[in-house]
């Protein structure tokens, strides 16, 4: 069975910084994309940022560009997202989405992931 688990989430102040890490079981995502999501309660889950499989490949939300940094080591078999100046309105559930076919370069599309991670709980208090 194909897991992701999401880890470091929090609750913090406005201005702060947290970094997630998503690590897969089951199966290995070394050479496949891999991407962050997020939902807020109320709102649907929206694109964050995706790596491409070799990890030179990155694209952002507008919202958190120049804030969040997606990274991956391949040797630890992890995908980290690095969160900076944290707003409240990043307040949300953050999702770890893996590509089941190899060599992408990314998606911001949800459906471009076939495995996805139960979640963990950013919350930013102004």
């Known amino acids: 069975q194909v897991q992701l688990v999401e880890s470091g989430g929090g609750l913090v102040q406005a201005g702060a910084s947290l970094k997630l890490s998503c690590t897969p079981s089951?199966?290995?995502?070394?050479?496949?994309?891999m991407a962050w999501f997020r939902q807020a309660p109320g709102k649907e889950r929206e694109f964050v940022a995706t790596i491409g499989y070799s990890g030179t490949s990155t694209n952002y939300a507008d919202s958190v560009t120049g804030r969040f940094t997606i990274s991956r080591d391949n040797a630890k078999k992890t995908v980290y997202l690095q969160m900076n100046n944290l707003k409240p309105e990043d307040t949300a559930i953050y999702y770890c989405?893996?590509?089941?076919?190899?060599w992408g370069s990314g998606s911001s599309i949800n459906s471009a992931y076939e495995y996805w991670g139960q979640g963990t709980q950013v919350t930013v208090s102004s």
């Open positions: 989405a893996g590509d089941a076919e190899p």
């Open positions: 089951g199966r290995t995502f070394e050479t496949s994309a």
